[in-house]
């Protein structure tokens, strides 16, 4: 089954750094265009960063220069490393797989901002 | 950076038919932007609809379709049923895929 798990969530204090992890089964994340994207409580969807190959990323200007799209062949995973956090980077994060018309979606994990 | 807009809230009668759009601060939305179109229900995961402005996945419901319109993206709605009410996000591509818009989002009511 194709499928993505989100972890790495949590709360964690403004200036602080997260990594999120993206596992994923039944396809290579190696061989996909991979992208994350969050939803801020009670606001709507806001492209986070995108993935091509791994001299290929891209991020929205909110978030660039503090966060860092990555992956590991070797554990099929994409990551978002996630530093100099702000409150207004509190948000369930999702990712994706682009290629096949972005058709799997991991369940979200949240992170939380605050002091 | 761009700006995408949508219609923040639309209703459509059980059994009608609704359009909603996605424009751009840039100037008309061509296939050059990909649009997407995408499902949100409280509490889930967003779910693609449409991409490439018209092709659909295999759980798409036919009732939606996408299209270019006068300008814009659109989804089409053609049918409404009850479980269709959520919101529904258009997300762009600007810069040769770099850049990735969402719009605002429609609140879309069958009722």
């Known amino acids: 089954e194709v499928q993505l798990v989100e972890s790495g969530g949590g709360l964690i204090q403004p200036g602080g750094s997260l990594r999120l992890s993206c596992a994923a089964s039944?396809?290579?994340?190696?061989?996909?265009?991979m992208t994350w994207v969050r939803q801020a409580p009670g606001k709507g969807l806001e492209w986070v960063s995108f993935i091509y190959s791994d001299i290929s990323t891209y991020y929205a200007d909110s978030v660039k220069g503090r966060f860092s799209i990555s992956r590991d062949k070797s554990k099929n995973t994409v990551y978002l490393q996630m530093n100099s956090l702000r409150a207004e980077d509190t948000a369930v994060y999702y990712c994706?797989?682009?290629?096949?018309?972005?058709?799997?979606w991991g369940q979200g994990t949240t992170v939380t901002v605050s002091s | 950076q761009a700006v995408v807009t949508q219609e923040p809230s639309l209703t459509v009668s059980p059994g009608g038919t609704v359009t909603l759009t996605c424009g751009s601060s840039t100037g008309a939305v061509t296939s050059g932007h990909y649009p997407y179109w995408f499902q949100l229900k409280p509490g889930q995961a967003p779910r693609t609809l449409i991409y490439d402005t018209s092709n659909k996945h295999s759980w798409t419901p036919a009732r939606f379709s996408g299209s270019l319109l006068g300008g814009k993206a659109a989804l089409t709605l053609s049918g409404a049923q009850p479980e269709d009410e959520a919101e529904y996000y258009c997300l762009l591509s600007y810069s040769g895929a770099r850049n990735w818009v969402f719009g605002g989002g429609t609140k879309l009511t069958v009722l």
């Open positions: 994706a797989r682009v290629d096949h018309g972005m058709d799997v």
């Open positions: 039944g396809f290579t994340v190696s061989s996909n265009y």
